[in-house]
Structures are given as structure tokens and as C-alpha cells.
């Protein structure tokens, strides 16, 4: 007991006696302590800061351009292009560009008369062809539940957007977005045919321009003869097609 009040006796001392050093230099310390911290501070601040917004900054701007200029370049070119009616385009198809087109569509199809079925069906005589016939074909669920036949429009609205036209069907390819480029195509896939389906009128919208189907085998000649591109008369080279008769499909 006496011994440890020796001991701190000159310890209080001591440091009384240099308590004035001491004091200036826990002053010294608490000010440079003050500056360090809100160092700290600010730099953590700053770089929390950047953590926060920098990343935003440019995330933003790049957004905006991407969300802003793909619509307004693609959605309006084809929207304020107000696409023709298919029977219009195909007055003006060039059969030449749409047989260069098919050269897509033979990765997955054939076209010749009798040619075998690959990832997709053969197409010879698609034209009017009825939906998912095509012999020997396992075609999906969904092609075969939507009925009806390939008619002009419907191959028009199915090869710009196939999956979109067919939800669920098994053809892969994304579709082409160009209207002319369509009309080429289904102009020239007619052309692969026994007996092609005649060109929907597109004048008289008012006369038979609504349903090309009773056209199609009567041997009266279309009057929509201007529409072929080149010169060579094509009527009666439709109906001598036509009178060879068309092998069953
Ligand atoms: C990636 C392969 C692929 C490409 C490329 C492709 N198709 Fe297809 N196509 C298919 C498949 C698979 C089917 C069967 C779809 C189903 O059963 O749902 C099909 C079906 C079709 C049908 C329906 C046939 C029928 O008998 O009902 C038409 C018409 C057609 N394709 C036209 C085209 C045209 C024209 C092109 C070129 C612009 C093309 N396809 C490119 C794979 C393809």
C-alpha cells in the first residue's frame, strides 16, 4: 500500500510538472487529429460521391442515345414510308433482286420442284399454298393451329416478322424488314410454281382487289398484265403454264 503511493505520488508529479508540454501536444494532436479526420471525411465523401454519380453519368447519356436513335431511325423510316399494300409493291417487284434473296431462305429451304425437306419445308408452289401441308414436314404446333393458306398478304405479313406473325413457330429467321425487298421475294417465289397464282390487282380497290382467290385457275387472262417487269408478254405464258395443269401437291 505505501509503496504503490510512493510510486504514484512522483508519477502525479511528474506529470504535473510537464502538463503544460503534455497539454500542447494533445492540443497539437487534437487539431492535427481535427484536420486528418475531416480529411478522412472529405476524401470518403468524394469518393463515395463518385461511387454514387459516375457511374450514372455515363449510363445515362449512353442510354439515351441508343433508346432514342434506334426507334426514330428504323420505326419512322418504315412508318412515314406508309407501306404499300402487297398487291401495289408487287406491280413493281423485281423478280431478279427477289430470286437473289432467296439465297437467305435456301439455309433452311429448298425451292426446287420435288426438293427435299431441310430445316424448314420445301417451297414450290407456296403461293396459295394451304398452311403446313407441305408432305413429309413435321411443322410446329403453332403453324399448324393457324390455318388457312399462303396467300400474298400473309406471306407479306409472315416474312416480316415470323415469330411475330406466328408466335412459337419453328422458323428462326428474324424476318425482313424492307417492304420492297418482301415484294421481290414473294414476287419471285410465285414464279416457283406448276401453275403461279396470278398478281393480285391493286388499282380497284373497289372491284375484285379484295380477294384474289377466284382469279387464280379460271384460264380468263388477268388484266393486271403491266405489272410484269420486263417486256416479254406474260399471260400467255401464265395460262400455257396453267394448261400443262398443275401436278397434285
Ligand atoms: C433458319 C432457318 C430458316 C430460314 C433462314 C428460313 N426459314 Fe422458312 N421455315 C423454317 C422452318 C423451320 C419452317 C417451319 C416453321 C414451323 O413449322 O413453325 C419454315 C416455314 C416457312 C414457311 C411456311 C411453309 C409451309 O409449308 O407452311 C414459309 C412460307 C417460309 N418458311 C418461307 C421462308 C422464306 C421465304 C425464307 C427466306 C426469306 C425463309 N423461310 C427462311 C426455317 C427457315
Request: glycine share 8%; hydrophobic share 35%.
Amino acid at each position: 500500500m505505501s509503496t504503490e503511493t510512493t510510486i504514484t505520488a512522483p508519477a502525479g508529479f511528474a506529470c504535473s510538472a510537464s502538463a503544460t508540454d503534455a497539454m500542447d501536444g494533445f492540443e497539437l494532436n487534437k487539431v492535427l487529429g481535427a484536420i486528418l479526420a475531416s480529411c478522412i471525411v472529405l476524401l470518403s465523401v468524394s469518393l463515395a460521391a463518385n461511387a454514387i454519380f459516375a457511374p450514372v453519368e455515363p449510363a445515362k447519356p449512353g442510354f439515351q442515345i441508343a433508346v432514342k436513335e434506334e426507334p426514330t431511325a428504323t420505326a419512322t423510316a418504315s412508318k412515314t414510308e406508309t407501306v404499300a399494300p402487297i398487291e401495289t409493291r408487287l406491280a413493281k417487284a423485281d423478280m431478279d433482286r427477289g430470286k437473289a434473296e432467296t439465297k437467305i431462305c435456301m439455309t433452311c429451304h429448298t425451292l426446287e420442284k420435288n426438293g427435299p425437306n431441310k430445316v424448314g419445308p420445301n417451297l414450290w408452289g407456296v403461293v396459295d399454298r394451304p398452311r403446313a401441308s407441305h408432305p413429309g414436314f413435321d411443322y410446329s404446333a403453332a403453324m399448324k393451329a393457324k390455318g388457312g393458306k399462303w396467300t400474298f398478304d400473309e406471306l407479306d405479313k409472315f416474312l416480316t416478322h415470323p415469330q411475330g406473325y406466328i408466335p412459337g413457330t419453328k422458323m428462326t429467321f428474324t424476318g425482313i424488314q424492307n417492304a420492297d425487298q418482301r415484294a421481290d421475294l414473294i414476287a419471285y417465289l410465285r414464279t416457283q410454281s406448276d401453275n403461279p397464282v396470278p398478281l393480285p390487282q391493286a388499282a380497284p380497290p373497289a372491284a375484285a382487289g379484295n380477294s384474289p382467290k377466284p382469279q387464280q385457275t379460271t384460264g380468263s387472262a388477268p388484266q393486271s398484265s403491266p405489272q410484269q417487269n420486263s417486256g416479254s408478254p406474260k399471260n400467255p405464258a401464265q395460262q400455257n403454264r396453267a394448261q400443262n395443269g398443275k401436278s397434285g401437291d
